[in-house]
């Protein structure tokens, strides 16, 4: 079985695109005034994920709202906590509709400077409502920075929460406003290699041992730097990080050529590797080296050296393992 | 021969920082003020740079003001033109003391939200004196990406100048006022991933067809996804990075591990990659799994696959073709 566990709802009807600009601006939409009907969402998915998953050969993606439409710097965080609810009730709807192939992963209504305790309410809901994993945004302002790191006592609530329900959550920004940053040029990228590096500085997984978190997108730069890193940790005085982060953090294989993969699968163990391409996603063309898309991921993992435990453990195992919720359908 | 072109003075006599700590406090220290004699000078560079260079078996060093200590962020642009003139004057004593070894490179006096016009002075100032190169920092607020992005016409006045006299630019950031950026783990990297970024999505080199830029840091996370650079450049219509970009823009080689600079040496065009290690910098250990030195990148270039000729154009002849008024001593 080959499972995505990195897959966006970037395919969402326009009603719900729609209803979110009325949202931002009317400010007092109901959600009952979001139409969408189940043959428009399956039709969503027959032509984009549903026909990628068969062209490639995965099985199930795991999928979340469009990472760049969290946009919780966008209103205050009563706007954010129903434009939550109602792409979270819509991912659910995929997934009931089609169990064997999505499995849910909610966004959290985050907003810049209010507590994350803010988001335990919509998490609780989601758990209860089936949902294996979370994205959890390190910059709710959208490329200015002004949140406390990741190991902030800030944060805690939130993980509190993750470790009671054993929901992993993929530390993932959304869009950017600040122009320096091209939001999945930059912003995703460097939010990947901050969150890792704050990750070394902190100690947080001494208040939480059975905490989880995904760093996407092959984890920025980190292993490319992978000697940067252990060498910054030995200067700190931090253990080894096969010690210090790697029993809980886990990377996806969202890298989008050949030799990118290959040294994520040389640095990084492979029980830390997860499989994902985030298809229809950020990098949408075929690349004319290759003559096939940037995106799947699978066919590097396919063509790398990998003997096939490790490619099982990395296609399946790791996420069955990772994400404990999920049970196939 | 074996040309370093990334080495800050990190290790300059404690007088330098006395006296920086009396400028920003005291604000009316006379440049004067600061006494280091040229044994000083000698002591410093001779148990750190030189050693490792003789150890290592480099041979020159492109030399400019330790980056983190430019602080672009510190007072107004009155200070960090003094602080400029009073490390590059620095830089450019060691580099009279020592010119078989080290080659001088500047930093400019930047100040946030100030015209970079406002570092032209300084810069003829340097070019006058033989320096080199210079460092420009895309950042100067320290970690709150105030600035335009690169291509913006904002920085154009130093562009202007940089051409003029055939210098090319370093884009080193300096220190992280913001605790979301470890500033030598995410801060540098980061800025490295974001520099390359609005070089893709801008069109810099149609205005400026003979300007060189330097990524420092191995070019942060852009090799790595060099696919993800790839697709997004041709998702934005732009032509391939080897004609949108690579006539101008180099990468260098402070990356810490053998499959590191495997991945850059195989992703990066050979005519743009320039020798360099940082050394006395970012990460100062040894590494436990090979028993050297992490920042000993002339090591890791040794022990890859290039052949002579490619090696020679990364230790040298790239050097000289890009910092063209750098004229061994």
Same mark, same amino acid.
């Given at each position: ?15 719900? #695109? ?5 949202? /931002? !601006? ?9 139409? &969408? %009907? ?5 039709? %969503?998915?027959? %032509? ?8 490639? $050969? ?17 209103? @205050? ?5 129903? #434009? ?9 709807? /995929?997934?009931? +509709? ?6 849910? /992963?909610?966004?959290?209504?985050? %907003? =810049? ?9 919509? +998490? ?7 949902? &294996?994993?979370?994205? +959890? ?5 959208? $490329? #200015?920075?002004?949140?406390? =790191?990741?190991?902030?006592? #800030? ?19 959304? !869009? ?14 460097n939010a990947?290699t901050t969150a890792?590096m704050q990750?070394?500085? $902190? ?10 978190? /995904? &760093? ?68 949408? $063309? &075929? ?8 995106? @799947?991921?699978?066919?590097?993992? @396919?063509?790398?050296?990998?003997? !096939?435990? @490790? ?19």
């Amino acid at each position: 079985m080959i499972v995505d566990c990195h897959g966006h709802y970037t395919t969402a009807p326009q009603a719900l #695109w729609d209803w979110r600009k009325r949202q /931002v !601006s009317e400010k007092s939409i109901s959600e009952n005034q979001l139409k &969408i %009907s189940d043959d428009q969402i399956r039709e %969503s998915l027959e %032509s984009n994920q549903l026909r990628i998953q068969k062209e490639r $050969g995965s099985d199930l993606t795991f999928f979340s709202p469009r990472a760049g439409s969290m946009e919780h710097h966008v209103g @205050d965080a009563a706007i954010s906590a129903q #434009w939550s609810r109602v792409q979270n009730d819509l991912i659910t709807r /995929v997934c009931t +509709l089609d169990p064997k192939n999505f499995a849910p /992963v909610c966004m959290l209504p985050q %907003s =810049p400077g209010v507590s994350p305790a803010n988001c335990v309410e919509e +998490l609780e809901r989601c758990a209860d409502m089936g949902f &294996i994993g979370c994205n +959890l945004n390190p910059d709710p302002s959208g $490329g #200015w920075w002004k949140e406390a =790191p990741l190991t902030d006592k #800030w944060w805690y609530p939130v993980y509190e929460k993750l470790v009671e329900y054993d929901i992993p959550a993929m530390v993932h920004v959304s !869009s950017s406003c600040n122009p320096a940053f091209h939001f999945t040029g930059a912003h995703y990228i460097n939010a990947d290699t901050t969150a890792f590096m704050q990750l070394i500085q $902190g100690d947080l997984f001494k208040d939480f041992p059975t905490l989880k978190l /995904v &760093i996407p997108h092959g984890g920025g730069a980190v292993p490319y730097h992978w000697g940067r890193y252990r060498g910054l940790a030995q200067d700190m005085k931090k253990p080894l990080l096969k010690d210090h982060l790697l029993k809980n953090v886990y990377f996806d294989t969202c890298v989008y050529h050949q030799p990118g993969i290959d040294l994520l699968l040389k640095v990084i163990p492979v029980d830390n590797i997860l499989f994902a391409s985030e298809m229809v996603g950020a990098v949408r $063309g &075929i690349d004319p080296e290759t003559g096939q898309y940037f995106d @799947d991921t699978k066919r590097y993992l @396919d063509n790398s050296k990998l003997n !096939s435990a @490790d490619k099982q453990k990395i296609f399946e195992g790791n996420a069955r393992r990772v994400y404990s919720r999920w049970k196939p359908a």
